[in-house]
């Protein structure tokens, strides 16, 4: 909010200076609204300028003067072949202005090549300031685990939501498709709760890649620019920033990371909710939905149950759990379902990879 009263100070300066001192020649209300628009005009750019880094502006500085210094050489060579004129004075203005933008862009661009840290000082800072930023996908958002993950506090430094996914969001809420359209909405839901967790820095950012069209390869450019790591769930989008050396937080694997870990020989309760492939193969699973499949418990079905571990199968798409249940040594509870088996029928993403193979490993 200061920083707001603050602009709107600014510009009212400079509206007034405009009045006073008249630099265009025009009458009153012209000049204040001349002032107005360059007052706007500078809190534009400094809006964008503080998105850029540090290692950009110190390359744009660098290439701004090497450009002018260049221009200036150029213009006392056509001082001294071109005769005092409107067309010397049009070739001066117009190479300063050429070799200043030239030298700008090429020196933001070439930037990102400098080692600041190196410097150390308020320069070493910068590099660890901008890893420690985190940018989130469309996917990650609308699955809405990673709200959970930001108010444990296990997220530090700034999350970072781009503006074209914030678009592609609002694209898929407006969508004709009701899947598609509580798809967007929950994830317009899910940025509005992270927003509000009080320790966690969120900053909007508008850079965009017009030249690039998917979503995917903008955030891997955008990753690039700021230093940051990308939060995501795609599969895809996960390999391909790899390849070009961005890191990824996959909450995927985060969450296969934390399944409890099971050793054959121990004991578990678990509800069997139904048959398995195999013969006389009951079928169970977890609050993460980790699949169980227990031997001799197809008539078990509805019924709560203690099992013994047998075996665990780790595949790339999660988690398998064998247990043996033993009618003569093991306790059998009658059909009250506990809270865990609930959650883990809702929890088919998670459960839904590892349904493909219910047989017991050799």
Do not use: W
């Not at 260049?70 to 060579?77: E, I, K, R």
């Not at 800072?125 to 958002?141: C, N, P």
């Not at 578990?268 to 139904?274: D, E, T």
């Amino acid at each position: 909010m200061d920083l707001i009263l603050v602009r709107i100070v600014f510009i009212l300066l400079v509206a007034a200076a405009c009045f006073v001192l008249h630099p265009f020649g025009l009458s009153p209300v012209p000049d204040i609204a001349v002032g107005l628009v360059i007052g706007l005009a500078i809190i534009i750019f400094e809006t964008r300028l503080r998105a850029v880094s540090l290692k950009r502006l110190i390359g744009a500085a660098i290439g701004s003067i090497l450009g002018i210094i260049g221009a200036f050489l150029f213009s006392t060579v056509i001082r001294n072949s071109i005769a005092p004129g409107s067309t010397q004075s049009f070739l001066m203005l117009t190479i300063m202005l050429f070799m200043a933008y030239v030298g700008l862009i090429v020196g933001a661009n070439k930037g990102d090549l400098l080692n600041l840290s190196a410097l150390g000082g308020v320069f070493g800072g910068e590099k660890q300031a901008k890893r420690s930023m985190k940018i989130l996908d469309t996917s990650v958002i609308i699955d809405g685990r990673i709200a959970d993950i930001a108010e444990t506090g296990f997220l530090d430094g700034v999350l970072v939501i781009p503006q074209f996914v914030l678009r592609e969001l609002q694209l898929v809420a407006d969508s004709a498709d009701p899947l598609k359209r509580n798809r967007g909405r929950r994830g317009l839901d899910i940025l509005q709760r992270i927003q509000k967790i009080a320790n966690l820095q969120v900053q909007i950012v508008e850079d965009d890649y017009p030249s690039v069209r998917e979503v995917d390869l903008k955030l891997i450019e955008l990753a690039k620019d700021f230093e940051a790591k990308i939060i995501t769930n795609d599969f895809n989008l996960n390999k391909v920033a790899q390849l070009q050396g961005v890191d990824v937080l996959n909450i995927n694997e985060l969450a296969n990371a934390m399944k409890p870990i099971v050793l054959p020989g121990e004991a578990m309760r678990v509800f069997i909710l139904k048959e398995g492939k195999e013969y006389n193969q009951g079928v169970a699973y977890l609050d993460d939905g980790t699949m169980v499949v227990v031997d001799n418990a197809r008539k078990m079905i509805g019924k709560t149950i203690d099992v013994a571990v047998t075996s665990v199968l780790q595949t790339t798409a999660g988690k398998m759990i064998f247990g043996k249940f033993d009618e003569r040594g093991v306790s059998m509870v009658q059909p009250t379902r506990p809270v865990t088996a609930g959650k883990a029928v809702n929890q088919s993403p998670a459960a839904g990879p590892a349904v493909a193979t219910e047989h017991q490993p050799d």
